[in-house]
Each structure stands twice: as C-alpha cells, then as structure tokens.
C-alpha cells in the first residue's frame, strides 16, 4: 500500500467468523487537494482460482453445479449454481491449488494449466483476486468421479457438456456466475475449441 492520496486512520473488525470483515477509517486526498474523511467495509476471504476443462478434439468443456447460498438469498430460486471448478488458495500458490481443486471437483488429475489474467471480483467491497485458468483434458487423465470433499461440506455434480451448449446456457441465464461467464467468453474469443 503506497498511494499518498489515503491515510489509513483506523481499522476495526466487525466479524471473524467465517472470513473477516473490517471498517476502514480513512482519509483520501480529493483531485482539489483537500482531505475527506471516509469509512468503508471490506471483507477479506483471501483470494481465489478458477479454470476452465476444456477438450478441443471433443468440443466439450467441464463445468460443476453446486448449492449457493448467498445467491438463493438473493433470487435463485433453487440456490443452485453451474460453474467452473474453483477454490480458495489457503496456502497453495495459485497453480497447485487450481491443480487440487480440479482433481477435488471433477476427477481430473491435470498435467499442465495456463494462466489467462487475474481479476478481482467485487473491488469496491471485497478484497479477493482470482486467478483465471484454462487446461486441457482427455479420459486418460480422470482419477476419481471428483463431486467435492465431504470434509468442505461439498456436494458437487460435475457437467460434460459441448461448447456451444455452455455458451448459450449464458445467453438463457443458466450460466449466470461472473468467472464462469468470463472464461468460456475467453476460450470463445482465442477459439480455443475450435
């Protein structure tokens, strides 16, 4: 943190239950000169990795569907949610966790991925960068029926579906998750199923 335009005045915790949730006092220098005063609350979940399966010789992508509670409090009617395979780094560097959380979810034991971009995904409010992914995949690298851990309180589907099935799953409003929708908008744009 080294913008002389915000002097962090104070940070309090609101909640460390789950993740953590902070209001920050700060001042911020305005394009005039002067010095406002303002409070903002930021929620830290650390940050995050995603990918997209993809197998270019089947036209297939990988996606999972999920229970989502935040999303059923607010208007998704089952809670439930069709996305790619994604996790919380904890203490794993961005490709070893996506890496596990592959294998975890799908069944898919990858040799290589490719970061496309790091993004964060709610910055006015929430501190969380994801790392984007694609990897390719074939049979020979499936080594369980992935579905979560029970340990996490996982229960997953994992969806084979084609390509231009999961694009116009978008354009229907099934597909409605941001990462989801960003990654298989990237794989269309560098035709990387074509």
Request: with cysteine; net charge negative.
């Amino acid at each position: 943190m080294n913008n002389p335009k915000v002097k962090i005045k104070k940070i309090t915790n609101l909640s460390n239950d789950w993740y953590t949730l902070d209001k920050v006092n700060f001042d911020y220098q305005l394009k005039d000169g002067t010095w406002q005063n303002q409070n903002r609350e930021s929620y830290d979940r650390g940050d995050g990795a995603c990918i997209l399966l993809f197998n270019s010789k089947k036209g297939t992508v990988i996606l999972t569907k999920q229970f989502r509670m935040p999303s059923y409090l607010n208007g998704n009617d089952d809670g439930m949610s069709i996305e790619v395979c994604a996790g919380l780094l904890d203490e794993d560097d961005p490709i070893t966790c996506i890496k596990k959380e592959a294998e975890e979810e799908t069944g898919y034991l990858l040799d290589k991925v490719k970061k496309v971009f790091v993004i964060y995904s709610t910055p006015g409010a929430v501190t969380e960068k994801i790392y984007y992914f694609v990897g390719e995949y074939n049979e020979d690298m499936k080594v369980n029926d992935g579905g979560g851990l029970a340990s996490e309180t996982e229960e997953i589907e994992v969806l084979e579906m084609p390509f231009k099935n999961a694009l116009e799953m978008i354009k229907t409003g099934e597909i409605n998750d941001a990462k989801t929708v960003i990654l298989l908008q990237h794989a269309a744009i560098e035709k990387l199923l074509d």
